[in-house]
């Protein structure tokens, strides 16, 4: 699973990290760039029908259809005759690629033990942080020409690996083993998973407003701002999130042995304010502020992103999943174009993501006030299944 991890992190980071230059190449404006990542967000409807078979025939030959569809496609981007064809690849492969990651993160949870499942959690954010790193560390090709940018879609096609694997080693999750044996597959959310699932959507749909804003026009907050090349983007961006890795696994801990409602609430605004200063803020400031900002948000990142899993029964836990991604890009969506035509009028990055963070901040006390505390119980005591 870790390795899926890495493919689906670099599947769903490649449009992120190379958006500024391949609109370079293509003559996109920001708003433009704005309305072409949220296209790419669109996409994650194709996510739900398949979320929802998982649920029905199983995880695995979702997964391992998935970890050979999205690099194949992904990869397609190379030969991208203009902004509109890239842009429809990504809409495709990325969605497969975050579909795997959502089974993933299914998985995980029916699987590790009670006290375990927020630190797996973690674990699996810090492999797909490594995924993501390898669009990263590729980021500085794009400085070879206008074109360049191109030969790190082609790297999508390395990740075809990981489907062999998959279909060697990955075996069925257990608890979806025994559900389907027991007939329980009745795909019903009743009222009280439906007021769960508001709950969550809004959190994520909230809090995506300001990340997904924030990781799109930051390379080119970082490119026309500060007038920094693709290596230095990416020597930014490693030396900034990598400490999040830190946060991820001590995050996973602390959720796990002190409870995971306090310590997501808290991070959360701490994180988002950092980072939103990093925008507003030059030299070292800029460089310490965005450290500390993605420190924060790792650390609040098990808490939050366990809870996605453990309030759902195994008959709806993957179409559960599909949809809070899906919110949370829909959130994404609002932040880009509202972002993006705001700073096409004249509005600086740092104003619009210091007002933006606004948003994750309201959520944090939806959950505070209105999440449960699930440390240490059995999944079966969560949600109340036989």
Known sequence: ??????????????????????????????????????????????????????????????????????????ALGAIAPNFSFLVATQSIGRPLGLTLDILIAVVAVEEMPRNSRAYATGILAVLSGIGAGVAVAALPVADVSTSSWRFIY???????????????????????????AQ???????????RL?????????????????????????????TRGFSATMVALFTVATSSPASIGLVLGGRVADERGRRVLGSTMVPIGVL???????????????????????????????????GELFPTRTRGLAGGII???AL???????????????????????LLALSAFPIIASLIVWFRYPETAHMELEDITHEA
């Open 196 to 224: 769960t699932l508001l709950r969550i959507c809004s959190v994520v749909f909230l809090t995506n407003i300001f990340i997904a804003t924030m990781s799109i026009f930051q390379n080119r907050y970082l490119k026309d």
């Open 325 to 327: 991604m899906t919110s």
């Open 274 to 308: 950092l980072l939103a200063s990093s925008f507003a803020t030059s030299g070292i400031a800029m460089w310490s502020v965005a450290i500390a900002g993605g420190l924060c948000l790792g650390v609040s990142y098990p808490a939050l992103a366990v809870y996605r």
């Open 330 to 352: 829909m959130g994404g969506i609002v932040g880009l174009l509202t972002a993006g035509w705001t700073i096409d009028a004249g509005a600086s990055y740092g104003s619009v």
């Open 154 to 180: 082609a790297l999508s096609l390395m990740w075809l690996v990981v489907a062999v694997a998959l279909m060697k080693w990955l075996p069925e999750s257990q608890r979806f083993q025994k559900a389907h």
């Open 1 to 74: 699973m870790g390795l899926g991890s890495m493919a689906s992190a670099f599947i769903n980071t490649l449009f992120t990290q190379t958006v500024a230059f391949a609109a370079d190449e293509f003559n996109i404006s920001t708003g433009g760039q704005g309305v072409g990542a949220s296209i790419v967000r669109l996409g994650i409807v194709l996510c739900i029908p398949l979320v929802a078979l998982a649920d029905k025939r199983g995880r695995r030959p979702i997964m391992i259809a998935t970890a050979w569809a999205a690099p194949i496609i992904c």
């Open 183 to 193: 007939h329980t597959f009745r795909q019903h959310i009743d009222a009280t998973l």
